[in-house]
């Protein structure tokens, strides 16, 4: 069974910062892809960013050039660093992982395929304040 841990949220203000990490099970097989998710309140849940095995990367639309997602397998942890934060940026992020095969792009881009990934952590809140 694998595990995932966030942490890392908190309050900011906007053109503010922040760090999430996901801690995963150190059995976690490598081939899984990973992402971050988030849900706002009110709104569905989107993809944030994903990466596969092979260290390719896609972002949503709204968090390109401002958010970069990293997976150190030393480590164990899928980080989320989140630049120029606005408060639509607000909302619980979530950590995924699930040997799916699918193209990045189309982890971010689709619900379907987000409902089918296997493993998610609890969730870390993040608020952006105007």
């Known amino acids: 069974k694998v595990q995932l841990v966030e942490s890392g949220g908190g309050s900011v203000q906007a053109g503010g910062s922040l760090r999430l990490s996901c801690e995963f099970s150190?059995?976690?097989?490598?081939?899984?892809?990973m992402g971050w998710f988030r849900q706002a309140p009110g709104k569905k849940r989107e993809g944030v960013a994903a990466i596969d095995k092979d260290g390719d990367t896609a972002y949503a639309d709204s968090v390109k050039g401002r958010f970069t997602i990293s997976k150190d397998n030393a480590k164990n942890t899928l980080d989320l660093v989140m630049d120029r934060l606005t408060p639509d940026d607000t909302g619980m992020y979530y950590c995924?992982?699930?040997?799916?095969?699918?193209?990045?792009?189309?982890?971010?881009?689709?619900?379907?395929?987000?409902?089918?990934?296997?493993?998610w952590g609890q969730g870390t809140q993040v608020t952006v304040s105007s």
């Open positions: 150190k059995n976690m097989d490598p081939r899984y892809s």
């Open positions: 995924a992982a699930d040997f799916n095969g699918w193209d990045v792009v189309v982890v971010v881009t689709s619900p379907q395929v987000q409902e089918d990934f296997g493993y």
